[in-house]
């Protein structure tokens, strides 16, 4: 049973760097491509970024464009999520995802077969 593990959120001010990171176990996470998702209060999960199996391309939603930074440590099965510049739109549970999606759906929830549990980003003065 492959289980994700997120870890690394907290409560910032605008501006501020946090680095969240996800750990695969119960599988390889070579063979996964890897993603962040996030939920803000009252609103729906959305995707932040993606990385492919071999870390060859890497995905990103256009409001973090230049913020944040998605990688993975395969030898570790582990991804990380480096934000820097963080805003207060950028509040809300941060959710790390495996699957095999293809180069369509790259950013779809449904392309994702496991998930984190959450974890909580706050960015606020």
């Known amino acids: 049973q492959v289980q994700l593990v997120d870890s690394g959120g907290g409560s910032v001010q605008p501006g501020a760097s946090l680095r969240l990171s996800c750990t695969v176990s119960?599988?390889?996470?070579?063979?996964?491509?890897m993603a962040w998702f996030r939920q803000a209060p009252g609103k729906e999960r959305e995707f932040v970024a993606a990385?492919?199996?071999?870390?060859?391309?890497?995905y990103y939603t256009s409001s973090v464009k230049g913020r944040f930074t998605i990688s993975r440590d395969n030898a570790r099965n582990t991804v990380t999520l480096q934000m820097t510049g963080l805003k207060p739109e950028d509040t809300a549970v941060y959710f790390c995802?495996?699957?095999?999606?293809?180069?369509?759906?790259?950013?779809?929830?449904?392309?994702?077969?496991?998930w984190g549990q959450g974890t909580q980003v706050t960015v606020s003065s």
């Open positions: 119960g599988g390889t996470s070579s063979t996964y491509g």
């Open positions: 995802a495996a699957g095999r999606p293809i180069l369509s759906t790259v950013t779809r929830e449904d392309a994702y077969y496991y």
């Open positions: 990385i492919r199996q071999s870390a060859s391309n890497t």
